[in-house]
């Protein structure tokens, strides 16, 4: 079985993965968070190139399969559990059992949010969607970074601009910065209902 030897060093606000999800991993060579996060940060990019060189509809994306699918794409070739909802429970997110009709609840509800006779703006729509998603937490891992490009992808399909999420398109939060933690704070603002600080960090 494969241990990650430095597993402190998780940032801030990340979850921690459990001895089943460890086992999980499909890459052999993998065996500190270094390697991980570049065999990662490769499959990410390769996931995302498919998904950006569609043409993505706003109904194709906001499909409860899309969520899944689009977890597998970014992290299939790294988890074997890529793609499928997570079945622990974690200090961020809902009781496992609840996520699969959860994200079925949110893409449905996202629908009213992004028409065109929504009260919302699509950033405030957008804000919502992305919040929603990381507080159910569907995933055993990689929460953050497959809520923040299927955001982008929405915003996208409305031929909108994607976020910049704090500086760099969501990159620069994977690592324990202040802008990380600015973003926690805004995350945190939304859990008690105040989405305020979240709408002017994802275009700071
Ligand atoms: N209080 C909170 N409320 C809602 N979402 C939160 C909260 N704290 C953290 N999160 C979300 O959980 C994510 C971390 O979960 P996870 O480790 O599954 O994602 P990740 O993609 O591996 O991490 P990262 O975002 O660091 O790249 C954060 O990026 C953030 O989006
Ligand atoms: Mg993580």
Not at 147 to 163: K, N, V, W, Y
């Given at each position: 079985?494969?241990?990650?030897?430095?597993?402190?060093?998780?940032?801030p606000g990340a979850t921690?993965?459990?001895?089943?999800?460890?086992?999980?991993?499909k890459q052999s060579w993998?065996?500190?968070?270094?390697?991980?996060?570049?065999?990662?940060?490769?499959?990410?990019?390769?996931?995302?190139?498919?998904?950006?060189?569609?043409?993505?509809?706003?109904?194709?994306?906001?499909?409860?399969?899309?969520?899944?699918?689009?977890?597998?794409?970014?992290?299939?070739?790294?988890?074997?559990?890529?793609?499928?909802?997570?079945?622990?429970?974690?200090?961020?997110?809902?009781?496992?059992?609840?996520?699969?009709?959860?994200?079925?609840?949110?893409?449905?509800?996202?629908?009213?949010?992004?028409?065109?006779?929504?009260?919302?703006?699509?950033?405030?729509?957008?804000?919502?969607?992305?919040?929603?998603?990381?507080?159910?937490?569907?995933?055993?891992?990689?929460?953050?970074?497959?809520?923040?490009?299927?955001?982008?992808?929405?915003?996208?399909?409305?031929?909108?601009?994607?976020?910049?999420?704090?500086?760099?398109?969501?990159?620069?939060?994977?690592?324990?910065?202040?802008?990380?933690?600015?973003?926690?704070?805004?995350?945190?603002?939304?859990?008690?209902?105040?989405?305020?600080?979240?709408?002017?960090?994802?275009?700071?």
């Amino acid at each position: 079985m494969k241990v990650l030897t430095d597993r402190g060093e998780e940032p801030p606000g990340a979850t921690p993965l459990d001895e089943e999800e460890l086992e999980g991993l499909k890459q052999s060579w993998i065996t500190t968070r270094g390697d991980l996060n570049e065999a990662e940060a490769d499959n990410i990019l390769s996931g995302q190139s498919k998904w950006t060189k569609r043409r993505n509809t706003l109904d194709r994306i906001l499909d409860d399969k899309t969520v899944r699918d689009l977890h597998k794409d970014l992290f299939g070739q790294v988890w074997s559990w890529a793609g499928t909802y997570r079945r622990t429970e974690r200090t961020i997110g809902i009781d496992p059992i609840y996520i699969s009709v959860e994200v079925r609840n949110l893409v449905e509800d996202a629908k009213y949010w992004f028409a065109e006779n929504s009260d919302l703006s699509i950033d405030a729509a957008a804000v919502r969607f992305h919040h929603k998603l990381v507080a159910i937490h569907p995933f055993a891992n990689g929460n953050g970074r497959h809520s923040r490009f299927m955001t982008d992808l929405i915003l996208r399909a409305l031929g909108a601009p994607e976020f910049t999420w704090g500086g760099s398109q969501g990159n620069v939060l994977s690592t324990a910065t202040e802008v990380r933690a600015k973003y926690l704070a805004a995350l945190r603002a939304g859990d008690v209902g105040d989405c305020e600080p979240l709408l002017s960090f994802v275009r700071s």
